[in-house]
């Protein structure tokens, strides 16, 4: 149903064709842009597979209840075409990057069953809306001559930081790997290694080719959705406009539009702990007293390593919730004394997590991120300083963002100054030992009421709440948006 203020959808219906990449990080945002497009009275068919689907079955029930245009396009995974083993659908269940390939071809294939449902559908596509990965979505909206719009999953701040480091390419006179150097072209100075550069810009012959489609099919794209809001990243926002050329809206934080607890809870996937237990513990501490430590879905460190997070949250004294990925590699350990050492003042879920409704909650003082894109901003939204940990990917970048300019956070120490890439974990061992992460802490969690980052981040927390209200800078972004694609998509039609 058309929510109030929706005006701009006119007398026809915009269908909007939302394909994630299947990775909870990139799925999540794009789902909850799902919902706040329908709630503009837009039709919007999510594009997936039948294991990612039963991750969102709560959302798609009550999208049906309220009555939302919200419909789900199930292609069955091709997995054996490719030689993927069965239930290979998510990034997060690839035992070994070395599948990579076969993944990503296999998201190929889901092309053909995809426009075959267009050509059937009612309603043609107005708008495209698919994951930079997924160059192929490019051609689809050729065939039914619609925009397709861009999803990196990422801010700008980062988005502006890879593409001059793309452009001007200052790394590659840079013999060696820890040598700190200038990214070009920022209202900053942010200073970076090559050991830290994103993925993308590091050469590697398996993937050329696929990273040539990928910004071919960029290239030819009406224009890039950011989960991001323009107070945020000002400055950032406009540059990157500026140098791709191409218009871009910011329209987040999108994990806002999750305001009952049940959505915060059911966000992303069955939680590893009941609303209840989560809630009546957290209620029980005290306000900013509880450090959330939650390193990402794609997180696979060590065990040693993460022992030592263990023992410094013991050593901590402090309250805290700790998430770890597969505790099934830690269980001797936690069973072993550390579960009845930190019982009451320490709280341990093996799994998924309900983190934005964690981080939503008063008593949460503090937060231990990877600095995933996702994590970065529901961290701002709940108003909570943060230490960071970057692992991979863009990580490092948002690491700067969060230290440098917002400086909101505290880096975990001088130790983790390279990515790890998948499969090192083992290769690299122990990176950050307890006293730091210790120490670390301490400096985020004793800074007291008047701490510069934890008002910084109160302040932004707010700002992003605004954002996302009637006439806020991200809830008027969303209205362009729609408008502009509809006017493409009829241009494109006429």
């Not at 959705?225 to 400055?235: A, H, Q, R, Y």
């Not at 692992?391 to 100054?417: D, H, P």
Request: hydrophobic share 40%; with cysteine; charged share 25%.
């Amino acid at each position: 149903m058309a929510s109030a203020g929706c005006s701009q959808v006119d007398e026809v219906q915009p269908h909007f064709v939302v394909v994630p990449l299947l990775a909870q990080g990139h799925m999540i945002p794009m789902i909850d842009i799902a919902a706040l497009l329908a709630r503009r009275g837009a039709h919007v068919t999510v594009v997936t597979t039948p294991y990612n689907a039963t991750r969102f079955e709560q959302f798609f029930a009550r999208a049906e209840q309220s009555e939302l245009a919200i419909s789900l396009l199930q292609i069955p995974f091709p997995c054996l075409e490719v030689g993927l083993p069965i239930g290979c659908e998510n990034l997060d269940a690839l035992p070994s990057r070395a599948l990579l390939r076969k993944f990503y071809k296999a998201l190929s294939l889901l092309q053909q069953p995809l426009e075959r449902f267009l050509d059937l559908h009612l309603l043609p596509p107005t708008c495209i809306l698919s994951d930079k990965y997924l160059y192929w979505t490019a051609e689809t909206a050729r065939r039914f001559r619609c925009p397709r719009v861009v999803f990196h999953g990422t801010g700008c701040f980062s988005l502006l930081s890879s593409h001059n480091l793309q452009l001007h390419s200052p790394h590659t006179s840079i013999d060696s790997d820890s040598k700190p150097f200038l990214v070009p072209g920022l209202p900053h100075e942010i200073e970076i290694t090559k050991s830290q550069l994103p993925g993308s810009l590091i050469k590697s012959p398996d993937f050329h080719d696929f990273r040539d489609k990928i910004a071919e099919a960029e290239l030819g794209a009406y224009g890039v959705l950011v989960n991001s809001f323009t107070e945020l990243e000002k400055g950032y926002s406009e540059k990157y406009e500026e140098a791709i050329n191409k218009k871009i809206w910011c329209v987040g934080p999108v994990s806002l539009c999750n305001q009952k607890s049940s959505d915060k809870y059911e966000r992303g996937n069955r939680a590893s702990i009941k609303q209840s237990n989560c809630l009546n513990w957290l209620d029980s501490k005290d306000p900013k007293s509880v450090l959330y430590v939650c390193l990402g879905s794609l997180c696979r460190m060590n065990p040693q390593q993460l022992i030592q997070i263990g023992l410094a949250l013991e050593s901590a004294a402090r309250p805290f919730i700790w998430v770890i990925k597969n505790r099934e590699e830690l269980e001797k350990w936690v069973s072993e004394g550390f579960e009845e050492r930190i019982k009451g003042r320490g709280l341990v879920i093996g799994g998924w997590a309900p983190q934005v409704l964690i981080l939503s909650h008063p008593a949460i003082g503090g937060f231990v991120t990877h600095c995933g894109w996702n994590s970065t901003v529901e961290g701002i939204c709940g108003g909570v300083p943060m230490i960071t940990w970057p692992q991979f990917a863009e990580q490092f970048l948002n690491e700067k963002l969060v230290v440098e300019v917002l400086k909101i956070g505290v880096r975990i120490g001088a130790a983790v100054e390279r990515a790890v890439r998948w499969g090192e974990e083992e290769r690299v061992g122990v990176m950050v030992k307890k006293e730091e992460i210790e120490k670390a802490i301490g400096m985020v969690m004793d800074g007291g009421e008047e701490g510069e980052e934890r008002r910084r981040a109160e302040d932004l927390g707010k700002m992003a709440a605004k954002a996302m209200e009637n006439g806020g800078s991200s809830h008027l972004n969303l209205s362009l948006f729609i408008k502009d694609v509809m006017a493409e998509s009829a241009h494109l039609k006429a």
